[in-house]
Each structure stands twice: as structure tokens, then as C-alpha cells.
């Protein structure tokens, strides 16, 4: 009767142990969706566009395989040359809908050759594996770099938006010489310039100021090629961070 009531015991305890630990398992992967956004095409190639041929645009059609309702909270590019628009904000299991990504050839200067840009979604709940899209590029430079768009705004645009938009030779000037807090802000994770302090997701900047310096600390943002890190900017100097600094062009252009 003794050893009948150990095993009891015993064969309790391990369910109790299988119990709590599914539970864990089920609350660390409870605000992530069960689903996946599918697309028809995930890259699409312009093949060579003209500099003077204006804005192009593609659509990618979707559809959401999932258990519950996600929302799309934000449609982040990997550089303000690329935007994008998708005509469901909010996605039930089985929609289908259109993610429309336009390029200009005309914003700023742009890598010699054939060239990506990206565009994440971002939802809630997080996809596990979030959805990247990419459309490749090679452009004929053939109104020449003196009528790209935003040659000389750049003073101006500090002025309005409270932070300071600095070159890459200037981050190695402030790297070598100045107290500098530089964050990687790119998603996905991406190599990191040497001397990066913190790699804090862009959309994640507002949940981790705690691991930022002092609001007055000259802090530098980058990604990969300067829009993330604007999102990123402009959150912190909303938050009265007083000293922000976004690199111009990403890590793309201070590898050049």
C-alpha cells in the first residue's frame, strides 16, 4: 500500500511539472499570431528605370492564413525612396489583399548597379515570421545627380524635425573624437558598424528608452540606409531627447 501511494505521488508530481511548464511555453508565445501573411510574389525587379521616368509601383497580392484578426500597424522601408500602401488594414483569416510599393528614381543618390529595398510589415500580433518584401533596381542616371530631389534640404529639414542628420564621415570624425551613444536601428538585425552601443528595433525605441543614456547625450541613429532611423529620430525628440543625430544614407552609404 506504501509503494502504491509513492508511485501516486510521484506520477502527480510529473504531471504537475508537464502542466506548468506548457503553460510557460503557451504565455511566451501568446502575443505573437498563430498565421502568416503569404504572398504571391515576395521580390519583384524593375529591370532599369530612368532617372526622368518618375515614380514606379508595384502591387503584391497576400493572403492571411491565420486563427484571428491581425492589424497592420505600420508599413516601414527600408529608405525614403520607397513607400508603400496596402488597401487592408486590418486582416481576418482567409483575406486577400494588395501591398502596393512604389519607387522614385529621382529622391537622392542611389548605389551604382542593381540594388534592393525593402518593406516590413508590422502587425498585432507580432508574425513570427515577419513578412519582408523587396523590389530590385538599376537606374539610368540620366537627368544627372544635380536634380535629385532633396540636394540642399537637409539643413532645412533639421530645423523642423529637432534633430541633426550627419554624414558617415562625420559619424567616424564623432566616433574617434566625441562621447557618442550610437544605436543600430534596423529590422531585421543587420551587421553593425563598429563601435554600435545598443541594437534597439526602430518600432521598439519608445518600450526601451531605459537602456538609452541621458535625454541631453549626443545619441546617433542608423539603419540601413537612413528611414528607419528618421522613425527612430523623431520618436526620441518627441520625447524630449535633445541631442539626436540620424545618419544620412545608413550604414549602406558609410560602407562606401
Not at 528595433?201 to 518600450?207: Q, T
Not at 524630449?240 to 544614407?249: C, S
Amino acid at each position: 500500500m506504501k509503494n502504491i501511494l509513492i508511485v501516486i505521488i510521484v506520477a502527480a508530481a510529473i504531471v504537475g511539472i508537464y502542466l506548468i511548464s506548457t503553460g510557460d511555453d503557451k504565455g511566451d508565445t501568446q502575443a505573437f499570431s498563430e498565421g502568416e501573411i503569404v504572398f504571391d510574389e515576395s521580390e519583384y525587379d524593375f529591370g532599369v528605370i530612368k532617372q526622368s521616368g518618375g515614380i514606379v509601383s508595384h502591387d503584391f497580392t497576400f493572403t492571411y492564413n491565420g486563427v484571428g484578426s491581425l492589424n497592420v500597424l505600420s508599413l516601414p522601408t527600408s529608405c525614403s525612396c520607397t513607400s508603400a500602401e496596402i488597401d487592408l488594414n486590418v486582416l481576418e483569416p482567409g483575406d486577400t489583399g494588395v501591398l502596393t510599393v512604389s519607387f522614385d528614381p529621382n529622391l537622392h543618390e542611389e548605389p551604382e548597379g542593381k540594388f534592393y529595398r525593402s518593406v516590413y510589415l508590422i502587425t498585432d500580433p507580432e508574425l513570427k515570421d515577419p513578412a519582408e518584401i523587396k523590389i530590385w533596381q538599376e537606374i539610368d542616371l540620366d537627368l544627372g545627380s544635380e536634380r535629385y530631389k532633396n540636394i540642399g534640404d537637409e539643413e532645412d529639414e533639421d530645423e523642423k524635425v529637432g534633430y541633426q542628420t550627419i554624414s558617415s564621415d562625420e559619424l567616424r570624425d564623432m566616433l574617434e573624437n566625441d562621447d557618442i551613444f550610437l544605436v543600430d536601428v534596423h529590422i531585421p538585425e543587420q551587421d553593425h558598424i563598429d563601435g554600435t552601443d545598443a541594437v534597439i528595433p526602430f518600432n521598439e525605441i519608445e518600450d526601451r528608452f531605459d537602456e538609452l543614456p541621458s535625454k541631453d547625450a549626443a545619441i546617433v541613429l542608423y539603419c540601413r540606409s537612413g528611414n528607419m532611423s528618421k522613425v527612430a529620430a523623431d520618436e526620441l525628440v518627441e520625447h524630449g531627447y535633445t541631442n539626436v543625430y540620424n545618419l544620412y544614407g545608413g550604414i549602406e552609404a558609410y560602407n562606401k
